[in-house]
Antibody
Framework: QVHLKESVPGLVKPSETLSLTCTVS??????????WSWLRQAPGKGLEWIGH???????NYRPSLKSRVTISIDTSKNQFSLNLTSMTTADTAVFYC??????????????WGKGTTVTVSS | QSVLTQPPSVSGTPGQRVTISCSGR????????VNWYQQLPGTAPKLLIY???QRPSGVPDRFSGSKSGTSASLAISGLQSEDEADYYC???????????FGGGTKATVL
């Protein structure tokens, strides 16, 4: 059974960079079949996909966040990470990591972490 | 404004059948399969339906999905109190090159 767990970032100040790590257990981030994803959900709002990475290091990012986002992967630690620069109060959200499966005409997240709350405040 | 359009809410009495619609475009629903996620209050989303109509192991068969053209729908038959949750449709958009969600539908059991 694969489990994903997000790190706890603490308080983030406006203009700072958010750094989150997702630790994968019960499976390997090196499996070529999966896309390791980050998503978020602002308070009272819907889900928003941020981006994903494969074990090869190839990435896709949400266009509106592309200039601020970097997703990386550390196969030796079985982790993948999110960096989001220039944080503002609008970035306050619960951040989730998830495992994605991609194929011809399909893409979905089948395993999710429990989420970590990120509050941006001075 | 979400790329995919869902009704904000649906409701029904226990045992009733309810459906949730999801409307998109050729670049998203028209080009790829649709997934549905269930989010119980205070918890992480859970995959409910993938590839239009496939249920992951453990999902009751009273949940079903379908797709036609640029629209999709989720049906819940025999509504139960534990089905009170937010439901999101999602798919890959080939124009945006991004995974897109509907705004979510809150299902209430009366």
């Amino acid at each position: 059974q694969v489990h994903l767990k997000e790190s706890v970032p603490g308080l983030v100040k406006p203009s700072e960079t958010l750094s989150l790590t997702c630790t994968v257990s019960g499976g390997s981030v090196s499996s070529g079949s999966y896309y390791w994803s980050w998503l978020r959900q602002a308070p009272g709002k819907g889900l928003e996909w941020i981006g994903h990475i494969r074990d090869s290091g190839s990435t896709n990012y949400r266009p509106s966040l592309k200039s601020r986002v970097t997703i990386s992967i550390d196969t030796s630690k079985n982790q993948f990470s999110l960096n989001l620069t220039s944080m503002t109060t609008a970035d306050t959200a619960v951040f989730y990591c998830a495992r994605g499966l991609w194929g011809a005409y399909y893409y979905y997240m089948d395993v999710w972490g429990k989420g970590t709350t990120v509050t941006v405040s001075s | 404004q979400s790329v995919l359009t869902q009704p904000p809410s649906v409701s029904g009495t226990p045992g009733q059948r309810v459906t949730i619609s999801c409307s998109g475009r050729n670049s998203n629903i028209g080009s790829n399969t649709v997934n549905w996620y269930q989010q119980l209050p205070g918890t992480a989303p859970k995959l409910l339906i993938y590839s239009n109509n496939q249920r992951p192991s453990g999902v009751p068969d009273r949940f079903s999905g379908s797709k036609s053209g640029t629209s999709a729908s989720l049906a819940i038959s025999g509504l139960q109190s534990e089905d009170e949750a937010d439901y999101y449709c999602a798919t890959w958009d080939v124009s945006l090159n991004a995974y897109v969600f509907g705004g979510g539908t809150k299902a209430t059991v009366l």
